[in-house]
């Protein structure tokens, strides 16, 4: 379990350390005192919910504490569900492409830690997106999530660079808590 200084705190939060000091002595910031001193740490779960809390920026929390999330679709309905589920205060950070061009993009500069593929952009291309990030070695360990359409038509596809699958329609929440469990397999989610 990492811990920080107030001094640490401080320069996260962009504060002075006295200012720390205060939010942890008024009960508002979450930590102990070292015993035989008077030194304060604050776990670093325990600041990742101060930060939320009051609207503050995670800066370099960010990438460790929020959970990545590429959803490659065109449905506005689906991604707004998706979304809805999926909101900052639940540590997800969310980003929307809608083709295999605008994936490969947002990969690369986003770094998701999840993709979800809907497979009603077109079988052939929503199976390349999958293929293509399978075979890049920056995204072997993503998880891969693809939305199948059901529309009565059997779906045959190699699923072995896909994580999980959902038949639309499908429960969003359900969704969101298995994101949760694999992405938070892989990290902290607060």
């Not at 959970?67 to 979304?83: F, G, P, R, T």
């Not at 950070?93 to 998701?112: D, L, M, N, R, T």
């Not at 939305?147 to 959902?166: A, K, V």
């Not at 808590?177 to 694999?182: G, I, K, M, P, V």
Request: charged share 30%.
């Amino acid at each position: 379990m990492k811990v920080f200084t107030t001094g640490q705190v401080a320069k996260i939060c962009k504060v002075a350390p006295r200012t720390v000091s205060k939010w942890f002595d008024s009960g508002r910031l979450k930590g102990y005192r070292i015993p035989g001193s008077q030194d304060r740490r604050i776990p670093r779960e325990y600041l990742i919910k101060f930060l939320k809390e009051h609207g503050m920026p995670l800066g370099d929390l960010e990438d460790e504490a929020m959970a990545k999330c590429l959803i490659v679709a065109q449905d506005q309905v689906l991604i707004e569900n998706l979304k809805r589920e999926l909101p900052p205060e639940k540590s997800f950070k969310v980003a929307v492409a809608a083709s295999g061009f605008e994936a490969g993009i947002q990969a690369e500069s986003f770094s998701p830690d999840c993709i979800i593929v809907d497979f009603s952009i077109g079988k052939i291309e929503a199976v390349q997106i999958c293929q293509n990030l399978r075979k890049n070695i920056d995204f072997t360990d993503i998880v891969l999530i693809a939305l199948l359409p059901d529309d009565g038509q059997p779906m045959s596809f190699d699923r072995s660079s896909i994580n999980e699958t959902f038949k639309k329609p499908f429960d969003a929440h359900l969704l969101a808590e298995r994101l949760r469990t694999l992405v938070g397999a892989r990290k902290e989610l607060v």
